[in-house]
């Protein structure tokens, strides 16, 4: 790949249901080593587009590129193969294993192996370290032992991206990772995006704009389908018409 190139690209991406268009001819770059948030007013068109872009939904028209590879009729497990994972916004994690299984059997799926109970310990017990290292990574290390249902909210999204760093991508796919949290846990969620995230690229869709202003590198604001405007969070809220979209807003 070039230098400066970037490592994801749309060329005018559409998607229409029935006679509406959700996404209108949108052209997007992703810079490589960003994070890169996806915001709007509701009704805007992002998740539509994060869906495109992570292959949850395949265009009406326009390419996708990824390190400039089309990869716009690949299916989502193909193109996480490629080094693009997606975390959702609802909780993916096993409820009934523990925080250290549920990494164990993300290793277990990088390693396109089948997670077997049955399996032996020593044969399971090489994940053991790496798996310990993700919990850690994520500040997860004291509720290894803990079933994932225990765990708080916050604590089960910081499991899901363990799971997520497991597979060791090279572009992090985030749909709303503070959705439903308090507080504490956007702080606690924000500060691991941003540790995570070092050395790798971040597209996250994200309504909490503290978050998107602390965080990200590059903003895309969309409404109605189309891009507005684009740039950091200084230049984007003082952009009048990313102002009229979000109502006149004073803390956009």
């Known amino acids: 790949m070039p230098e400066n190139a970037p490592?994801?690209?749309a060329r005018r991406l559409t998607r229409s249901f029935g006679g509406f268009v959700a996404v209108n001819?949108?052209?997007i770059q992703i810079s490589p080593g960003t994070i890169?948030?996806?915001i709007g007013p509701n009704g805007a068109g992002k998740s539509t587009l994060f869906n495109l872009l992570t292959k949850f939904l395949s265009p009406s028209s326009g390419h996708i590129f990824f390190?400039?590879?089309?990869?716009t009729g690949m299916a989502p497990a193909d193109i996480a193969r490629l080094g693009l994972v997606r975390s959702f916004q609802i909780s993916s994690v096993f409820p009934h294993l523990s925080a250290?299984?549920?990494v164990r059997v993300a290793l277990q799926a990088r390693e396109h192996e089948t997670f077997s109970f049955w399996k032996s310990n020593t044969c399971l017990r090489r994940f053991d370290d790496e798996a310990s290292a993700l919990l850690e990574s994520v500040g997860l290390s004291d509720k290894a032992g803990a079933l994932a249902s225990e765990l708080s909210y916050g604590r089960k999204r910081a499991l899901?991206?363990?799971t997520t760093l497991a597979l060791e991508p090279e572009v992090l796919l985030l749909d709303e990772p503070m959705a439903g949290m308090g507080t504490e846990d956007i702080g606690?969620?924000?500060d691991l995006i941003r540790r995570v995230g070092k050395g790798r690229t971040v597209l996250m869709v994200e309504h909490n704009l503290g978050v998107v202003a602390d965080l990200s590198d590059t903003i895309t604001v969309l409404r109605r389908g189309e891009v507005i405007a684009?740039?950091?969070y200084a230049e984007v809220s003082a952009n009048s018409e990313v102002r009229q979209a979000y109502m006149g807003a004073s803390h956009v």
Request: hydrophobic fraction near 35%; avoid cysteine; charge should be negative.
């Open 160 to 162: 899901e991206l363990a």
């Open 230 to 232: 684009e740039g950091s």
């Open 36 to 38: 890169h948030a996806l």
């Open 100 to 102: 250290h299984e549920n």
């Open 67 to 71: 390190k400039g590879r089309d990869i």
């Open 188 to 190: 606690r969620t924000a």
């Open 25 to 27: 001819n949108v052209d």
């Open 7 to 9: 490592i994801i690209e």
